[in-house]
């Protein structure tokens, strides 16, 4: 059935140098980034830029989330609750935060800080941008038809002026995550201010799913994963991995073997 499908194709480009992987989902939403790098310096805001190359217009609404720690997604409360107030308690806000989003078309969000909500200086904190794109209805198509919103989430990370910008890439030697086997788990020490997300990671040639790499490493924290490659009776394991870069691309492979 027509209308069933939403074919809003999202083509997001901050403004920043090279290039980041393209992320296409089932449903037509297509993103050039995955994630917001906002610098403590950017004082005039990040600009998002969304193009609807579609036929159909939409209600585009823009929401700023906190991150659940435990699951890597958007905290639950948030994405279930209609509060519009708990917007105006976040340190970001998206202007315009509503907006009709005409056919063939684009639109540049703007992602502004909120000064009087306080943040970390000294380590980075995480969001996420929430775009919900709800199809207007014309009264003249048939009110059988069913109308789909799509939501998708880009995370968006805040960096100080005590950290770099641009840091993922080349982490520092003396900045190395730190590996140990404990408990039937792999444990992870980050030693840096900034929140880590693995792109992959294999122990014996065995992947952690993707689902459990939602969970980021935090600053100067740490993070378990469980692997059935752990049952065997060894004093060692071979692991590789690698992480997502600010731009959502995967920084080069590392392996290495760990106790």
């Known amino acids: ?40 310096s950017d004082e ?11 036929d159909n217009a939409y209600l585009l609404q823009s929401v700023i989330h906190s991150v659940d720690p435990n699951t890597g997604l958007v905290m639950e409360a948030e994405s279930l609750s209609e509060d519009s107030t708990l917007s105006d308690k976040k340190p970001f806000m998206v202007t315009p935060p509503l907006f009709r989003f005409e056919p063939k078309s684009e639109i540049k ?19 996420y941008i929430s775009l919900k794109a709800i199809p207007i209805i014309h009264s003249e198509m048939n009110q ?19 950290l770099e910008k641009w840091f993922i890439e080349e982490v520092p030697d003396s900045e190395k995550l730190t ?3 404990k408990q ?13 997300t693995f792109d ?5 040639g065995l ?15 740490t993070v378990r994963y469980v692997s059935p490659a752990l049952s065997k009776n060894k004093s060692e394991y071979s692991i590789e991995w690698s992480l997502l870069d600010e731009l959502g691309g995967s920084t080069k492979i590392t392996q290495q073997v760990i106790h």
Request: hydrophobic share 45%.
């Open 109 to 127: 969000l703007l992602i502004r800080r909120v000064p009087s909500v306080l943040l970390d200086d000294k380590k980075e904190s995480v969001f």
């Open 144 to 162: 059988n038809n069913m109308s789909i919103s799509t939501v998708i989430n880009l995370k968006l990370f805040y960096r100080p002026n005590a």
């Open 179 to 181: 590996f140990s086997i």
């Open 200 to 204: 992959h990671l294999t122990i014996e």
């Open 44 to 54: 005039k805001g990040v600009s998002l830029q969304v193009n609807n190359k579609t």
């Open 184 to 196: 039937g788990a792999v444990e992870i020490i980050n030693p840096t201010p900034y929140w880590i």
């Open 207 to 221: 992947n952690i799913d993707k689902e459990s790499l939602r969970r980021m490493l935090p600053p100067l924290g």
């Open 1 to 40: 059935m027509k209308g069933l499908l939403l074919g809003l194709m999202f083509s997001c480009c901050l403004c920043l140098p090279a290039q980041a992987e393209k992320v296409d989902t089932n449903i037509g939403l297509s993103l050039l980034f995955t994630r917001v790098i906002f610098h403590e």
